[in-house]
């Protein structure tokens, strides 16, 4: 039952007709006013009127404060309910956001971690190629040194030969 329905309860009329209910028409009846807010206006005007007034005029005031002060304490829980769900629900969307923001820097910071690592590695594959490659070169240099101070001593040995030759013909 909405407040306004337990409003005119209260008051003692009938609540409206809530959906698409056509009127029915009774042909020997006046036709009525279907508006709630005159009677609601003649109490509290009756109420207004003084000590005069008919006896009846204050309960109907009283219905009619009490109806709207229960009216304004509904919608007024209705509002409170409304704030503590959109607080709950923005709660949990930062919740989850929050958890997506950690998911996503988590994994952000593993797949730097493994680039870093894959990096490093391939840093100190290159050094030891690298190293390789230097010794390897140290070794050639080394070796063609030798194969020079070889040759340097042949070709001197050859040379000494012929000199001395020349020399034994020239002599003699």
Do not use: C, F, W
Not at 33 to 61: F, I, L, M, N
Not at 91 to 96: D, G, M, N, V
């Amino acid at each position: 039952m909405s407040a306004y329905d337990e409003l005119m309860a209260q008051r003692g009329d009938a609540a409206e007709p809530t959906g698409a209910a056509e009127p029915v028409e009774q042909p020997d009846a006046e036709p009525v006013a279907e508006s709630h807010a005159e009677p609601v206006a003649e109490s509290v005007a009756e109420s207004d009127a003084g000590p005069d007034a008919a006896p009846d005029a204050a309960p109907d005031a009283e219905s009619a404060s009490s109806g709207m002060a229960r009216l304004l304490e509904l919608a007024a829980r209705n509002a409170d309910e409304l704030v503590a769900e959109a607080r709950a629900e923005a709660e949990e969307l930062t919740s989850t956001a929050r958890a997506e923001a950690e998911q996503l820097t988590s994994t952000a910071r593993e797949e730097a971690d493994r680039l870093l690592s894959e990096t490093r590695a391939e840093v100190e594959r290159m050094k030891a190629e690298s190293e390789e490659a230097r010794d390897q070169a140290n070794g050639e240099i080394a070796e063609l040194r030798h194969t020079e101070r070889e040759h340097r001593e042949r070709m001197k040995s050859h040379l000494e030969e012929m000199l001395a030759k020349v020399e034994a013909n020239s002599i003699g």
